[in-house]
């Protein structure tokens, strides 16, 4: 499959710095409560991880993509990479290292939601030096793109470099752990969903309008763009003092893995090339379309199936 490149600023390059993932995936008709065995009716591995994921939707939406991370010396790893490479995306930043890929064992319900329990392996292996050697390699006005599934002081090292350099950072607080608060202040843009968001804010449960005051507080406090995604509901953000709001489309959602993931590549891919809500919208639709498909990457849709439904 080839894909051709965006017409906006052909030079422009995002840098993924994440996480590689084989994910194991069995469906069931509701999921398990703890403690409880449920009968599975399908079974399927897809290439994953929230880094390369996100690097395949950047890539799916026609952006130059380098790949920065790490996989085992194992079955898993050339099949983690296949979609990635298959796609032309950079891949000389992912390391290969002793031990085995990184794993997630995913449960996919009826309705579509899911839990997951992610093994790192060798995400765990990702090191500050690592985030040197592809800030190194970036140029003033590229993208880097993180999320919370490698070591926090191989991102903490990621995100000083980009900003010592004048590259733009975008870290999606996804999964949420301790330093979310913390590292998110240092990125450029910050992507969240409601519970990563409440959070950051430093507030539980939030209302619509709680959540909008504590958007312009953080943004009156810090300047960053923040980006709160709300499933279903769409996506409210702010920028430039400037709240936006985008919706996706109106779906039976499969299977939600993938989605969040969906939306954070398209919105990177998009943000130079069009303005700020047109690129909301365009990752909204693209993360709804993520929802029609199994697997995490096998999910992500191509650019032309996204403008077909903008
Ligand atoms: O965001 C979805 C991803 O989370 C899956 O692909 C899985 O690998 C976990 O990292």
Avoid: W
């Avoid at 600023?9 to 994910?23: A, C, K, P």
């Avoid at 796609?87 to 009826?110: N, Y």
């Avoid at 090292?157 to 975008?170: P, Q």
């Avoid at 047109?278 to 379309?289: C, H, K, M, N, P």
């Amino acid at each position: 499959m080839s894909f051709a490149c965006s017409k906006g600023r052909d030079s422009l390059m995002i840098t993924v710095f994440g996480s590689i993932n084989m994910d194991l995936i069995a469906t069931t008709e509701r999921l398990p409560k703890p403690g409880e065995t449920v009968a599975g009716n399908g079974f399927a591995t897809a290439a994953g991880g929230k880094g390369a994921n996100q690097a395949l939707a950047a890539r799916r939406a026609g952006r130059y993509v380098h790949m920065a991370g790490a996989v085992g010396k194992d079955a898993f790893a050339a099949d983690a990479l296949a979609l990635l490479d298959e796609a032309g995306t950079d891949l000389s930043l992912v390391k290969h290292v002793d031990g085995p890929t990184g794993t997630a064992l995913i449960l996919v319900g009826g309705d579509g939601e899911n839990m997951i329990a992610v093994v790192p392996g060798a995400n765990g292996l990702v090191t500050p030096a690592d985030a040197e050697i592809a800030i190194g390699r970036m140029n003033e006005g590229d993208m880097l793109m993180l999320q919370l599934e490698v070591p926090v002081a191989a991102v903490e090292r990621a995100l000083s470099a980009a900003r010592a350099k004048g590259i733009t950072s975008i870290l999606n607080l996804a999964p949420l752990i301790p330093d979310a608060p913390r590292l998110g202040r240092l990125a450029d843009i910050v992507i969240a969903n409601e519970t990563e968001f409440e959070r950051l804010a430093g507030q539980n449960g939030m209302d619509t309008q709680e959540r909008e005051a504590a958007l312009v507080r953080l943004h009156q406090e810090t300047g960053q763009t923040l980006i709160v995604t709300l499933g279903g509901d769409g996506v409210i953000a702010i920028r430039d003092g400037v709240i936006s709001r985008a919706q996706g489309l109106a779906i039976d959602p499969v299977d939600t893995v993938g989605a969040g993931d969906t939306f954070c590549g398209y919105f990177a891919a998009s943000l130079d090339d069009v303005d700020f809500p047109t690129a909301l919208r365009r990752a909204a639709v693209a993360g709804s379309l993520a929802c029609l498909k199994s697997g995490a990457q096998p999910s992500i849709p191509l650019s032309e199936e996204v403008a077909d439904r903008i």
